[in-house]
């Protein structure tokens, strides 16, 4: 795993103000969190919001937002962290084969005595592995700093995790597109815009432009639907959240082996 080991090494800081980035937004997010608790005008105020607002926020009022998994889900779960976590999972998506190739460093490496589908393969488990990370310190940070300030009153320990995996496999969806992207054109700018361009379609066709009409299957194949469609903190997990966008990503990862084992590198 010399090649996993060396993208790590590159990476790693980076990764390190990414993880400081998750435990100051979990920190600055639960300590509100006793300024809204049992608040009954932040739901009549929301009441009076459009659709596509309360939508947008992952409001749902069968969750109060005063109570620890509304409020979480509304500022954590259903916006933020998913929203960094494909944001990181793009970048690194792209730069992990596209990027490199684009350098001009990808050439060097594989001039070692290293086949190309190693390289593939080690920098994908690298390169998302980074993002499992990040997910893993998110988690640890609102289990630790969480109780503090009574935000995890009623939610499952179980639950959260799941969440937490929920979003790993959405950002893990994402990225890898953007890793096929770029093992197919071996260009990182467009890798990121395509799957850029996928992640936000998604995200306003599951939230905004679903709360202004109906949009029928378009909407069902939108990953975010299988993220969003429910609150995992309050009403438990959901598994094809998890396992259904997991497969995905190892239909991309066969797809951009087979793509980059074909290509003339640049």
């Known amino acids: 795993m010399i090649v996993a080991a060396r993208l790590v090494r ?4 980076s990764t390190l103000w990414w993880a400081f980035g998750f435990i ?4 600055f997010t639960v300590a509100l969190y006793p300024s809204i608790k049992d608040q009954p005008s932040i739901e009549e105020l929301l009441a009076d919001m459009p659709d596509a607002f309360r939508s947008a926020i992952g409001y749902q009022p069968s969750v109060p937002l005063s ?4 409020y979480l889900h509304a500022r954590l779960f259903s916006t933020l962290v998913p929203l960094l976590a494909v944001v990181f999972g793009i970048g690194a998506g792209a730069r992990a084969i596209g990027g490199s190739e684009e350098a001009g460093t990808l050439e060097l490496l594989l001039a070692n ?4 589908g190693r390289v593939l393969l080690e920098r994908y488990l690298a390169t998302f592995g980074l993002l499992g ?3 893993v310190v998110f988690a640890a940070a609102l289990l630790v700093l969480g109780p503090l300030f009574g935000a995890l009153e009623g939610v499952a320990t179980a639950d959260l995790l799941w969440a937490c995996a ?5 950002g893990l969806l994402h990225g890898s597109l953007a890793f096929a992207l770029g093992a197919a054109a071996g ?5 990121v815009a395509l799957a850029t361009t996928v992640a936000v379609a998604g995200y306003l066709v599951e939230t905004v ?6 949009l029928g299957p378009v909407r069902q194949l939108s990953p975010w639907h299988l993220y969003l469609q429910h609150n995992m903190l309050a009403e438990g997990a959901t598994l094809a959240a998890v396992v259904l966008l997991l497969a995905v990503s190892a239909v991309l990862l066969a797809a951009s082996w087979v793509m980059f084992q074909r290509r003339d590198l640049r």
Do not use: F, N
């Open 187 to 191: 260009r990182r700018g467009v890798a």
């Open 133 to 135: 990370v990040l997910l």
């Open 166 to 170: 929920a979003v790993y496999a959405l």
């Open 113 to 116: 005595p290293v086949t190309r």
């Open 209 to 214: 432009l679903a709360a202004v009409g109906d």
């Open 24 to 27: 100051g937004l979990t920190l």
């Open 10 to 13: 590159d990476r790693r800081w």
């Open 67 to 70: 109570s620890p998994a509304g």
